[in-house]
C-alpha cells in the first residue's frame, strides 16, 4: 500500500513539473510574439506583411510536408474493375490506356468485336448440365439444324450456332453449348461465357434442380439478363407432376434471390426415338424403336412474347454483360502483365545487391545498408500494382524486414553455399561470392513477399509484407538459389 501511495505521488509530481514546465513555455512563447507583434507593427507596413507572408509559407510548406508523410494515399481507382455498369466509351478508355502502357489487352478487344458482330441478331443460349437435351430442344425447333452455322470468334468448336427466325421473321441465333458438369476441363468455363455474350438464357433440365444446377442458375441471374427455365423430357411425367415440378422450380429459383413468373418455366418435349418392347398376340415379344412427336410450341410462345417484351433492353443488358466480360479479361491481363514487370524489377534490384555485396565484401553487412535498392524496389513494385504508400509505410516495411533478415542469414549463407557446389569448377568458393548470393536471395525475397501483399490486398501493409516475408523466406531461398547463383556467376566474372 506505501509503494502504491509513492507512485501516485511521484506521478502527481511529474503532472505539476510539467505543467509547470508548459506553462512557463506559454507565457515565455506569448511574450515574444507580442513583442514582435507590436515592433512590427510600428514597422513599415510592408515589412508586416512580408513577415506574416512569410509564416504563412513556412506552414503551409510543414502541413504538405506532414501529408506527405503521414497520410495514406490511396490506390488510384481506375486499377480496379468497377461494379458500377461500363459504358462502350469507359473500357475503350481503359484499354486504351492498358494497351499504352503494354498490356495484352487482346482478348478483351475481341469481346467487344465479337458483340459488334452479334448487334444484328438476337442471340438465344441454351444452357444446361450434361444430357439434358439442349441439342434435341435446338433440333426439334430447327430441323435443318444438322447444317453448322460459322462459330464465331471466341469461341471452341464445341459451341455451334444455328439460325431460326420468329413469328415476325426477326433473326434469332440459337447457341448449343456444351454441357455443365462433364469431365473434360475448361467446357463449361466455355458455355458461362457464351451464356454472357447471348442477349436470352435458356436454362435446359430434366427435372427438380440439383445443388450444382442451383449453384449455375445463380451465376446466370447475376448476368442480369432474361432467363427462361425449360423442364425438358416433360412427356415422362403426368400432367400434375409437371405442375408440381414448374412451382419447384419457380420456389429454387426464388430462394436463391431471382424473380421469374410463371411464364418464363416451361415444360417441353424434344422427341426423339425410345426403344420400346412389342408383344404380338401369340405373346412373342421384339424390341422396337418408336419416334416420339416433340411438343415445343409453349417454349415457341414464350421465346416470342419475351422478345416482344423486352425489346431493345435485350441489347443494352447484353452489351453491360459483355463488357464486365471484356473488363475482367483486362483484369486478367493487367494481372499477367503486372507479375512479369515486378519478375524484372525484382531480378533487377536483385542484381543490384550482388553488385554492392561484391563491390563491399562485407560478411556482417545488413540488406538495409544497401537501403537505397530496397527502397527503390519497394516504390517501384507499390507503383506498379497501383499503390501509393506514405514514406513512413516503406520505412516501417524495410525496418520491420530488417530485423528478420539478422534471423534469416545464416540459413541464406548456407543455402547460398550449396547452390554454388552446384556449379562445377568453382573450386573452394570464395567467403564474398557467398554473401554476394545470400543477399541476393534476401532481396529475391523480399521482392516476392511484397509482390504477395500486393497482390492481395492492393496496398503496402508493412506488418503484413514483413510476416509474408518472414513466413515465406525459406521457401523463396530454396527456389531462387541457382537463379541468384548463376547471377552473381556472370557478375564476378564480368
Known sequence: MKLDRFIRVAIAVVILLVFIVATGAL???????????????????????????????????A?????????????????KVSAVPLSKDDIEARLREAEAVGVDVS??????????????????????EVSAGKSSLIRAMVPEANVVVDVVGGSTDDV??????????????????????????????VAVDEARRANVVLFVCDSDLTRSEVSSIKALLEFDKPLVIVLNKADRYSAEEQASLMQQLLERVDSIGGDLDSGHVVAVSAGGEIDVIERSADGEETAARRTRPADIGVLVVAINRLLAEEGASLDTRRERAVFRM??????EAEGEYRLQRSEQVIRSSTRKAIIGALAAISPGTDILIQGYIGTAMTQQLCKLYGAAPRDLDIEEFLSLSQSRVGRALPLSLAVAGNGLKAFPGLGTVAGGLVHAVAYGLIFDALGRSLVLTLSKHGELLPDVAAKEFEEGISEHLEAGVRRVAKMALAEKKG
Open 27 to 61: 507565457l515565455f512563447i506569448s511574450e515574444s510574439a507580442l513583442n514582435v507583434w507590436d515592433r512590427l507593427r510600428a514597422g513599415p507596413a510592408f515589412l508586416l506583411y512580408t513577415y506574416v507572408g512569410i509564416m504563412m509559407l513556412l506552414a503551409l510548406t
Open 63 to 79: 502541413l504538405w510536408l506532414i501529408w506527405r508523410l503521414v497520410i495514406r494515399r490511396k490506390i488510384a481507382p481506375e486499377k
Open 107 to 128: 482478348e478483351a478487344q475481341a469481346e467487344l468485336k465479337e458483340l459488334a458482330a452479334r448487334k444484328d441478331a438476337v442471340h438465344l443460349c441454351f444452357f444446361g
Open 160 to 189: 455451334r450456332h444455328y439460325r431460326w427466325r420468329d413469328a415476325s421473321g426477326a433473326e434469332i441465333l440459337l447457341t448449343d453449348v456444351p454441357g455443365i458438369g462433364g469431365h473434360e476441363d475448361g467446357l463449361t468455363d
Open 326 to 331: 471484356a473488363a475482367a479479361r483486362l483484369a
